[in-house]
């Protein structure tokens, strides 16, 4: 024989809702339970499951106890051939309730009744039958609870199912005298006025502002050790030992973005541009910075001064003479390969000299002589159009003239590199 409907749900539902509200079943009570639901069958008797409707009436002797009669009609028909089947189940059962102090009430029932069975046509069949279940109450109010329930018929034959649903109502009974539960004052907590999860006793900072995290000391964090509690720090991580301001971020004294733990270069003047390090930039690469440089953009191997302007150091010539002597050819054989390296580098070939004589009379000298490199270093190859030459006298002087030093400085060629 196989059975058609487990009990397992009925189960699951009894033992998944509780709670903690009491119950509203009553000693002495009455009860009306109309109901609605499934009667299945056997296999071996061949005949479709069957709405069932009934009405059960019942009365508790405690709030545990009681005793229940039902009676339900069914209609159904048979599987083969669909011949109509009415009938009726009349039970008598004895009801056990658990939990009864919660709003949701498990039962369980054992019982007796039977069961009458009449085939359209034929002769009615009746048979007693034992049975057992479970169901379980929720109680809405004082006089009435939702009900479902399952139980297993066992006829001598075959084995049954019943399975139904519905309210029911309560008349009467005195309910079960409610013990007030002593419950124990519970001790105030420990206090921590300041919310930082460290009680008052054996908090060192006490006034912490609420979201601030602390340490065991009620004490607000420093994470990097820099000296700048976390809620106050803006540059959190900061390696050890690095000196930080107020905001907790790593010092730059000479203010050039560059901070004194990177910075190489530290009491760069203010406005100065700085690489990496923290070193004034040297954008042409002359060993002469940025900030000093009077001739920005000289090219790589130029020969450069003071003022990183590019000069052509050594060069000489014979008093009031413009020739191009043997060491100096080598000093612009020099200049010729940079050109050749640089093809769209133009260069403006400036003579120079100190204030000794007339300026007329300098500045054509100087003229001469910075056609002198002009010419020399066309001849080598450089294209003509690249070139320009001009004589300044002592217009443009390096250095002081008053001293010798100064006028020997002056006395030169520069070579400004034209963009």
Same mark, same amino acid.
């Given at each position: 024989?196989?059975?058609?409907?487990?009990?397992?749900f009925?189960?699951?539902?009894?033992?998944?809702?509780?709670?903690?509200?009491?119950?509203?079943?009553?000693?002495?009570?009455?009860?009306?339970?109309?109901?609605?639901?499934y009667?299945?069958?056997?296999?071996?008797?061949?005949?479709?499951?069957?709405?069932?409707?009934?009405?059960?009436?019942?009365?508790?002797?405690?709030?545990?106890?009681?005793?229940?009669?039902?009676?339900?009609?069914?209609?159904?028909?048979?599987?083969?051939?669909?011949?109509?089947?009415?009938?009726?189940?009349?039970?008598?059962?004895?009801?056990m309730?658990?939990?009864?102090?919660?709003?949701f009430?498990?039962?369980?029932?054992?019982?007796?009744?039977?069961?009458?069975l009449?085939p359209?046509?034929?002769?009615?069949?009746?048979?007693?039958?034992?049975?057992?279940? !479970?169901?379980?109450?929720?109680?809405?109010? =004082?006089?009435?609870?939702?009900?479902?329930?399952?139980?297993?018929?066992?006829?001598?034959?075959?084995?049954?199912?019943?399975?139904?649903?519905?309210?029911?109502?309560?008349?009467?009974?005195?309910?079960?005298?409610?013990?007030a539960?002593?419950?124990?004052v519970?001790?105030?907590?420990?206090?921590?006025?300041?919310?930082?999860? !460290?009680?008052?006793?054996?908090?060192?900072?006490?006034?912490?502002?609420?979201?601030?995290?602390?340490d065991?000391?009620?004490?607000?964090?420093?994470?990097?050790?820099?000296?700048?509690?976390?809620?106050?720090?803006?540059?959190?991580?900061?390696?050890?030992?690095?000196?930080?301001?107020?905001?907790?971020?790593?010092?730059?004294?000479?203010?050039?973005?560059?901070?004194?733990?990177k910075?190489?270069?530290?009491?760069?003047?203010?406005?100065?541009? !700085?690489?990496?390090?923290?070193?004034?930039?040297?954008?042409?690469?002359?060993?002469?910075?940025?900030?000093?440089?009077?001739?920005?953009?000289?090219?790589?191997?130029?020969?450069?001064?003071?003022?990183?302007?590019?000069?052509?150091?050594?060069?000489?010539? =014979?008093?009031?003479?413009?020739?191009?002597?043997?060491?100096?050819?080598?000093?612009?054989?020099?200049?010729?390969t940079?050109?050749?390296?640089?093809?769209?580098l133009?260069?403006?070939i400036?003579?120079?000299?100190?204030?000794?004589?007339?300026?007329?009379?300098?500045?054509?000298?100087?003229?001469?002589?910075?056609?002198?490199?002009?010419?020399?270093?066309?001849?080598?190859?450089?294209?003509?159009?690249?070139?320009?030459?001009?004589?300044?006298?002592?217009?443009?002087?390096?250095?002081?003239n008053?001293?010798?030093?100064?006028?020997?400085?002056?006395?030169? !060629?520069?070579?400004?590199?034209?963009?």
């Amino acid at each position: 024989m196989k059975p058609k409907m487990p009990l397992l749900f009925v189960f699951a539902m009894i033992f998944l809702c509780t709670t903690n509200l009491n119950a509203q079943i009553r000693a002495g009570a009455f009860s009306v339970s109309p109901n609605a639901g499934y009667y299945f069958f056997d296999d071996d008797q061949e005949i479709k499951r069957s709405p069932t409707y009934g009405l059960g009436i019942g009365y508790d002797f405690t709030d545990r106890v009681g005793i229940e009669g039902s009676y339900n009609l069914l209609n159904t028909e048979a599987k083969i051939g669909g011949t109509e089947i009415d009938g009726y189940l009349g039970r008598l059962e004895l009801l056990m309730n658990l939990l009864t102090e919660k709003r949701f009430v498990p039962y369980f029932t054992i019982g007796a009744g039977k069961l009458s069975l009449k085939p359209e046509g034929g002769d009615s069949d009746s048979q007693f039958f034992g049975n057992w279940g !479970v169901g379980m109450k929720y109680f809405f109010n =004082d006089y009435m609870a939702f009900r479902v329930d399952g139980r297993q018929i066992m006829t001598s034959s075959d084995i049954n199912y019943l399975a139904t649903a519905g309210l029911t109502f309560y008349f009467g009974g005195q309910k079960k005298a409610q013990v007030a539960e002593e419950r124990p004052v519970p001790a105030l907590p420990p206090k921590d006025s300041d919310g930082d999860g !460290v009680i008052d006793d054996k908090d060192q900072c006490p006034n912490t502002p609420a979201g601030v995290k602390v340490d065991a000391k009620g004490c607000p964090l420093d994470s990097d050790k820099d000296g700048v509690t976390d809620d106050k720090d803006q540059c959190p991580n900061t390696p050890a030992g690095v000196k930080v301001d107020a905001r907790g971020c790593p010092l730059d004294s000479d203010k050039d973005g560059v901070t004194d733990d990177k910075d190489q270069c530290p009491d760069t003047p203010a406005g100065v541009k !700085v690489d990496a390090k923290g070193c004034p930039l040297d954008t042409d690469e002359d060993g002469v910075t940025d900030d000093k440089d009077q001739c920005s953009n000289t090219p790589k191997g130029a020969t450069v001064d003071s003022r990183g302007c590019w000069i052509l150091k050594d060069l000489k010539f =014979d008093t009031a003479k413009a020739d191009i002597k043997a060491d100096g050819a080598r000093i612009l054989d020099d200049v010729v390969t940079i050109m050749q390296a640089n093809p769209s580098l133009k260069i403006e070939i400036q003579g120079h000299t100190d204030n000794k004589g007339s300026s007329a009379y300098n500045k054509t000298l100087s003229q001469k002589r910075a056609n002198a490199v002009m010419e020399y270093i066309a001849k080598k190859g450089v294209e003509k159009e690249r070139l320009s030459a001009i004589g300044y006298g002592f217009e443009k002087p390096a250095a002081s003239n008053d001293t010798e030093e100064g006028r020997a400085e002056n006395r030169r !060629v520069e070579l400004n590199p034209i963009q």
